[in-house]
């Protein structure tokens, strides 16, 4: 019986499949990733060959002949002084038309700061006028004796800065005709402004105004420009006796009648006045620049040309 169970009892044999899906294995993408990069390395290899210019490349040369002595000298043209569209060397990742020197990229950001400290100092500049236009108005109102003088006190910004124009009246007159003397109550306008103006450093321009009537004695002798000239010079003096340095005072001139408040009456009584202009640091430079022809301080440039200079005026 033992010898019959062995012979029923069945043969297993295992074969085993050798190859198979061999195309699926991942050896083929790691050397075509290689070969991806070397191309790419090659392409941008030969971009940068055709980008670098001559000296670039004549300062490479010598870099890698004698690295030392190139490293000490500080540079040459291929130490980021490239000519061509896309400059080699610097730091700064943040410029889009290639890297440049950083000795430029530091002169760039100098300008850039001074452009917008300017800005700011022009912002804070205009809020302190803007300010002092106001603090101006709330003098005149607070004196009962100034208020009734505020409709010939005029307030306006201009290029220039704060104008502020003390015009004159057919019945309350700021001098005598013909005549530089200050009325006692435009004297005590011109002296409270003088007060109110010791509050900022801008420095002033004075320009005296006369109307189209002609003065007496002709052009050969004391005409408009010389009154005009005297009363501006007097406006002066009060606004000094009001507290206000003498050396705030940057110019003073007399325009006689060529720029009239009332273009279409040369002979209104409005167009003789004092005008006064609180000045910008930009209108200063404007002054003392050799180079810059300024135009009439507090002149408004939106308006029309000025008439022609008269020869008289009161």
Known sequence: MAGDSKKLQPIIVKKIKKGGHGAHGGAWKIAYADFVTAMMAFFLLMWLLGSTTEGDKKGLQD??????KISLLGGGSGAGDASSVVKGGGTDLTHTNGQVRKGDIEAEKKTFNLQALKATQAQAEQERLHALKQRVQTVIDASPQLRSLKSQVRLDMTRDGL???IVDDQKRPMFDSGSDQVKNYMRDVLRAIGGVLTEVPNRLTLEGHTDA?????GVAGYSNWELSSDRANASRRELVAGGLHDDRVLRVQGLAASIPFDRQDPFNPVNRRISLIVMTREAEERVFSSTD???APGEDLSASSPSSPASAGR
Do not use: K
């Open 63 to 68: 870099y890698f002949q004698s690295p030392l």
């Open 163 to 165: 104008r502020i124009q």
């Open 213 to 217: 009537t002609p003065f007496p004695g």
């Open 293 to 295: 022809v300024a135009p």
